[in-house]
């Protein structure tokens, strides 16, 4: 055994020599994160706090219940837009939700292994990814092409598209964390998959995925990119699902665009309601997930 | 019945990635019948009838440029951020921070679009554009247009702010995952705490975090709304960025620009042509990236069962 | 933590500058223990998992702790080199005097201690991206050595005293988590050393090993005793007996009885104790 009395010197002198510095950067590390989670409120705080500012001055009972008046002119509201981003988005959900929760039980009770349902889950993946734009433009070229108009139909299509995938990632992730030991239960009794899926398991994983639904929903509240070449956007309130429509999100970006100041104040107005309502639609649900429980 | 449905269900995800690809297909055949491949390096963009001619080249570099931007100034925020959430903060500060980080990603593009355009640009014009401006214009190509706030550098900085949710929630979750031991492993031979962070944990989640910056690239190039309220909206030669205060387009931006008031058959496939480019770049970031993060939580959680 | 008067009115100097073996300070009776633990209590929040613990420990001996499951054992090492404080919630209060200086005064960083009192886990936790090579290197580099030689010379002497450098010199730069368990373990006892701890603490080092990796390790602890003072946490009874000079029994967070590792075996002298021997209780 070697006597190590020479390198514990050696080693003392450097770790006295070095520590003041890299106690330094260790505390220096810490400040700067800091800062970089500062750098990230900022942003947040000052989007809430303009939207607010600007737009609650824009907002009246006119607005909410009025189309647009004269461009220049102000006066009038946003009412078609507001009418328009419920029908399409409600639209979209009616076609998404079913769809992507069924698919995301398939995937979860019916077929966990296995190369097509391997597939299924890349190309959700893949769907989850692709560009709000490409999608609209799939929903131009698919119905409003086919159809010869811009359709309320055309872009609740394509809002459905880009919320599917994200309900059938939340509805697997959701079922897959239900113990497995209620499913054992139910096939001990006889009880055939189906009915096990429906009125066992669905049921513990309910807050879970209506959660991943309203997420999914605020998500494409506030898409723009594909209702521009599916919805067109007129200053005209409903007129059928195979006719144009406003919406919030393509109005904002309408209105903003233009140079006049009322324009302006009209567009912050309807940031503020579109925020508003995706808030509402949060706190609806977990007002409702909460009613829920107490029940149980 | 019911395995039925559920299986049908099944089979639409695969239906709508295959109407995606034939939509795309479909609608650019026409101006790559007419131009060629060569469409992806032209820089001309030209619908007027009789003379027309379009590239894709700017909207490319556009695109790569803004992305670049985001990439640098949001990736190592995301990172810190992820760093103090995960391994500095106590709980009772790291978890609400975390749920406000995700709230930034709750906000719609359009009213970052709004706030960028209105408010954040002369954040960015006065107080960094400017002074940079002054500075180094002479000197250094990177700052030599004047700056007035809407040009490729904002566009770039609202879109970094755009991905630190997404980003910094999955490094995050990576970096959950290094097991504790390894950590103590460090702490033992006497690291400070950054030093075990830079030792122990960074090198066990490597490829997560790469994975995780090209999620967020996959956003950023797949941004629309916000881009092309803030990018300065230029087509042709001139698009292509000389200094990061020009003005810029990128792919998505022009798509949704020009769409509506397309001049043509022709320029309306020019724009789906765009699209097309824009997914295959977005679909091949996309998928390098979920295999980086699902390989590294996967044999993080192989190792652990030992 | 806190400031405990010093009762002998002795001057000490705690600056970080000074090396610990240039200590002016002399506290009485303590310097001839390397470590004097004195009345360590630990929490894990509100719940008291070691109380009053006072035990001091001869320089150049091998000390085992053993004691049933939750006796707190492994609590007390990991206050010794102040790694309890880390877990979120866990504190503790005392002296630990290592060399004359308590480790538990507010003007030292835990950092610096936890140099020369290097730690030895219960399963081997090598670094899994860096070689056998690296990983021994691991804690001079992040101290700051950077003499390449000083570094290769000092990972041999460390692999050497480990009992690992003949089976794996030539593959130096192979992946740590290419050896088997035991190997493992003394890569990690290894990178310990590399540090030239005065005291190195084991906490159930062979708990995860077979018994053939497990008796080399038994091995290595009392050749390594000449250079470090060793106190190892161990629920195998006959390894204290195999390996140690001095054994502590503790029970639910007390220390039972403390003496040389003959004497708690022959003859213990707690009822506890003797019922703990001869194994009648687990």
């Known amino acids: 055994m070697n006597s190590n009395n020479n390198y514990r010197d050696i080693l003392q002198e450097t770790v006295t020599k070095k520590y003041k510095k890299r106690l330094f950067v260790d505390k220096l590390v810490t400040i700067l994160t800091v800062v970089c989670v500062v750098a990230a409120i900022v ?254 | 019945m019911f395995s039925f449905l559920v299986f049908g269900a099944a089979v639409y995800t695969l239906l709508m990635v295959g109407l995606v690809a034939y939509s795309v297909v479909k609608g650019s055949i026409d101006i790559f019948s007419y131009e060629g491949i060569g469409f992806v390096i032209q820089t001309n963009w030209n619908p007027v009838e009789g003379r027309e001619s379009f590239g894709a080249l700017p909207y490319i570099v556009g695109t790569l440029i803004s992305s670049a931007i985001a990439m640098a100034i949001g990736v190592p925020i995301s990172l810190a951020i992820a760093v103090f959430i995960s391994e500095i903060a106590p709980p009772r500060i790291g978890t609400p921070l975390s749920f406000i980080t995700e709230l930034l990603a709750a906000v719609p593009s359009i009213i970052y679009g709004l706030w960028a355009l209105f408010v954040f640009r002369f954040w960015v014009r006065d107080l960094i554009e400017k002074p940079l401006y002054d500075a180094f214009h002479g000197y250094l190509p990177f700052f030599a247009k004047t700056p007035f706030g809407l040009d490729i550098f904002t566009a770039g900085i609202v879109l970094a702010i755009m991905i630190i949710p997404i980003v910094s929630s999955i490094c995050r ?134 | 933590m806190h400031n405990y008067s010093n009762s002998h009115n002795v001057k000490y100097q705690l600056a970080i500058e000074e090396p610990l073996e240039h200590k002016e300070a002399v506290v009485e009776s303590i310097d001839k223990y390397k470590v004097s633990i004195q009345n360590v209590n630990g929490w894990f929040g509100t719940k008291r998992a070691i ?126 988590m290419s050896l088997s368990g035991g190997q493992q373990q003394r890569l990690c006892i290894a990178r310990a050393l590399a540090l030239q701890p005065e005291v190195l603490l084991m906490d159930e080092p062979t708990s995860s090993l077979d018994p053939f990796g497990s008796s080399k390790i038994e091995e290595l602890v009392r050749s390594l005793k000449d250079n470090v003072t060793i106190i190892i946490v161990t629920h195998n009874m006959q390894q204290a007996a195999r390996v140690s000079d001095f054994t502590a029994f503790m029970y639910l967070g007390d220390l039972i009885e403390y003496g040389s590792t003959n004497q708690i075996f022959m003859k213990p002298e707690k009822e506890l104790t003797e019922r703990y021997i001869s194994g009648k209780f687990g």
């Open chain 1, 43 to 296: 942003p947040l705080v000052s989007i809430l706090l303009e939207v607010v500012k600007n737009g609650v001055s824009a907002i009246s009972f006119e607005f909410i219940t009025q189309p647009q008046g004269s461009i220049g002119l102000g006066g009038g509201g946003v009412a078609p837009a507001i009418q328009g981003t419920i029908i399409v988005v409600g639209l979209a959900s009616l076609i998404a939700a079913p769809i992507g929760v069924v698919t995301g039980i398939y995937l979860s009770e019916f077929a966990k292994e296995g190369t097509f349902p391997n597939m299924v889950r890349f190309f959700n993946d893949v769907l989850t990814g692709l560009p709000s734009i490409v999608i609209g433009i799939v929903g131009y070229v698919v119905i409003v092409l086919a159809m010869g108009s811009f359709s309320v139909l055309a872009g609740s299509i394509s809002l459905s598209i880009i919320m599917m995938p994200i309900v059938v990632r939340v509805t697997e992730e959701t079922l897959k964390i239900i113990p497995h030991s209620l499913r054992e239960a139910g096939y001990s009794l006889g009880i055939s998959k189906a009915k096990i899926t429906l009125f066992i398991v669905l049921p513990s994983a309910k807050n879970g995925i209506l959660t991943g639904i309203v997420i999914a929903i605020s998500r494409i509240a506030g898409e723009t990119a594909p209702l521009i070449m599916t919805i067109l956007g007129t200053s005209l309130f409903f007129t059928g699902i195979t006719g144009p429509v406003d919406a919030l999100p393509l109005r904002i970006w309408r209105l903003a665009s233009q140079p006049y100041e009322s324009a302006h104040a009209f567009g912050w107005g309807s940031a503020l309601i579109l925020i508003l309502m995706i808030l509402a639609l949060s706190i609806g649900l977990r007002f409702l997930a909460q009613r829920r429980s107490l029940f149980k």
């Open chain 2, 173 to 306: 979750e990576v970096m959950r995952v290094v097991p504790n031991s390894q950590r103590e492993a460090a702490y033992s031979l006497g690291a400070t705490r950054w030093e075990t962070v830079r030792v122990a944990v960074f090198p066990y989640v490597k490829s997560g975090l790469v994975g995780a910056t090209m999620l967020g690239l996959g956003r950023a190039v797949g941004e629309t709304i916000l881009v092309t309220m803030v990018i300065g909206n230029v087509i042709g030669p001139g698009a292509i960025p000389t200094s990061l205060f020009s003005q810029g387009q990128t792919l998505s931006s022009l798509i949704a620009n020009e769409f509506n008031e397309a001049s043509s058959d022709l320029h309306l496939s020019a724009l789906i042509a765009l699209g097309m480019i824009l997914l295959i770049l977005t679909m091949a970031i996309n998928i390098v990236a979920r295999l980086l993060v699902k390989k590294k939580v996967k044999v993080s959680s192989g190792a652990k069962s030992e």
């Open chain 3, 51 to 176: 109380k009053d613990i006072n035990l001091n420990v001869k320089e150049r001996t091998v000390t085992a702790f053993i004691g049933p499951s939750g006796c707190g054992k492994t609590t007390l090492v990991r206050c010794l080199n102040r790694m309890h404080e880390m877990t979120p919630g866990a504190r503790a209060e005392g002296r630990v005097i290592v060399d004359g200086v308590n480790i538990y005064d507010k003007s030292i960083d835990p950092v610096i201690i936890r140099r020369r009192i290097g730690m030895v886990f219960q399963k081997p936790n090598p670094f899994p991206t860096m070689s056998i090579f690296e990983n021994v290197a691991a804690g001079l580099k992040l101290n700051g050595i950077n003499n390449k030689t000083i570094i290769r010379e000092i990972v041999e002497e460390s692999l050497r005293n480990a009992a690992l450098w003949d089976e794996v010199k030539n593959q130096l730069e192979q992946p740590g």
